[in-house]
């Protein structure tokens, strides 16, 4: 789960990137990466928040999910706009390399873990002993947990 913060660490390193070489261009469309960048930014401090909470895998499955899908409408308007946007090469490659460390984490973080072993016997079970005292398996007699009006689990 650790090296899952660096995945999210790095989309918003490459988020960092893009809008610096954003801040160069013109064209109206270049302005709509705001959004896509504070959405897809949104979504992974989700996944993180939900890793150091130590919460469910099927929640922290379908936060991925979200942001897997976020990042990847943000790796298709880098390479749609790369020429009107004059974004780099190295930004469009290190974005593809992040949103493929997030698929990696996606399948672990989906998929069920193995089987629980099943528990071995312990000694009364092995014996057959029963792991609470009850009105049936005490006696009554002299003993400790004998009062003045009998044994109290035989009530």
């Known amino acids: 789960m650790k090296w899952c913060l660096a995945v999210a660490i ?3 390193a490459i988020a960092a990137e893009c809008p610096a070489a954003m801040a160069q261009a013109g ?3 270049c302005n709509a990466f705001g959004p896509i960048k504070e959405d897809a ?4 401090l989700a996944v993180r928040a939900a890793i150091q909470h130590k919460s469910e895998r ?15 409408t943000m790796l298709k308007f880098l390479e749609t706009n790369k020429t009107w946007c004059n974004i780099p090469e190295q930004a469009i490659s290190n974005a593809k390399a992040g949103h493929e460390h997030t698929l990696k984490f996606q399948t672990a973080a989906c998929t069920e873990g193995p089987a629980a072993k099943p528990r ?3 000694l009364s079970d092995a014996i057959g002993t029963p792991s609470v005292d009850t009105a049936g398996n005490t006696k ?4 400790t947990l004998d009062s003045l009006n009998g044994n109290p689990l035989a009530k």
């Open 10 to 12: 790095a989309a918003l």
């Open 27 to 29: 064209p109206p469309q």
């Open 41 to 44: 930014e949104k979504k992974a």
């Open 58 to 72: 099927k929640e922290i499955c379908v936060l991925v999910q979200r942001f897997y899908a976020a990042e990847g």
């Open 120 to 122: 071995p016997p312990t």
């Open 140 to 143: 009554t007699g002299h003993g």
